[in-house]
């Protein structure tokens, strides 16, 4: 591999990335925060390959088909052991499922791009998981101390974990990280050594 020209033999994603990263005031970021990425387990340059396009649209719709059928599981048990919130309006079909959609729409588009730039993507991923879900219990504590049922709250919550678990697994499993051939072997390599390679 010729590190003194733009890779041709890696995905477009990728060979973009490199070209930017020439730029010597993002290199110099670069290895600025590289202590920091490695923490994370994220090296911006590692050329490494993301999920098949036809196994990520396969995840994706298994991901938004499961969630919405662990929401409306999740209402329904709700319902018939509390008569009291059956009726509660967030537990509507189209009230959640919008929500839904968008979310785990993201999620997918998210899981098409990590692999791409991360060491160990299922490691990054599931704790991007589990910080998104984390941040969107703040709406529901929010409608619980403006006088939301306790229990509907609890229910809100259940189904931001469900939809998390489903997609992470839906993606990870059916869609996983596709090395190419052809790419430059970085594996463990930090980014102040790939930088003097592709100045």
């Not at 590289?34 to 396009?53: A, C, M, N, T, V």
């Not at 974990?161 to 997609?167: L, P």
Request: hydrophobic letters at 55%; charged letters at 15%.
């Amino acid at each position: 591999m010729n590190y003194t020209s733009t890779p041709t033999d890696v995905d477009p994603v990728t060979a973009t990335v490199v070209r930017a990263l020439r730029h010597p005031i993002i290199s110099r970021l670069i290895m600025v925060v590289d202590p920091l990425l490695q923490h994370f387990r994220i090296d911006l340059i590692s050329l490494r390959g993301g999920p098949k396009r036809g196994a990520l649209m396969l995840a994706t719709a298994a991901a938004v088909t499961g969630s919405l059928l662990a929401d409306a599981g999740i209402v329904a048990v709700a319902g018939r052991l509390f008569p009291s919130i059956a009726q509660y309006p967030h537990f509507q079909f189209l009230d959640y499922a919008r929500l839904t959609v968008v979310g785990v729409l993201i999620a997918c588009a998210g899981w098409g791009i990590i692999p791409h730039f991360a060491t160990d993507p299922r490691w990054l991923f599931s704790r991007i998981a589990v910080l998104t879900t984390l941040v969107l219990f703040l709406p529901d504590v929010y409608i619980l101390m403006f006088g939301a049922p306790f229990l509907a709250v609890l229910v809100l919550m259940a189904m931001h974990i469900a939809i998390a678990y489903v997609t992470y697994y839906a993606l990870v499993v059916l869609a996983p990280p596709v090395r190419p051939p052809d790419t430059l072997d970085l594996e463990g390599s930090s980014s102040y050594f790939i930088m003097d390679k592709i100045q």
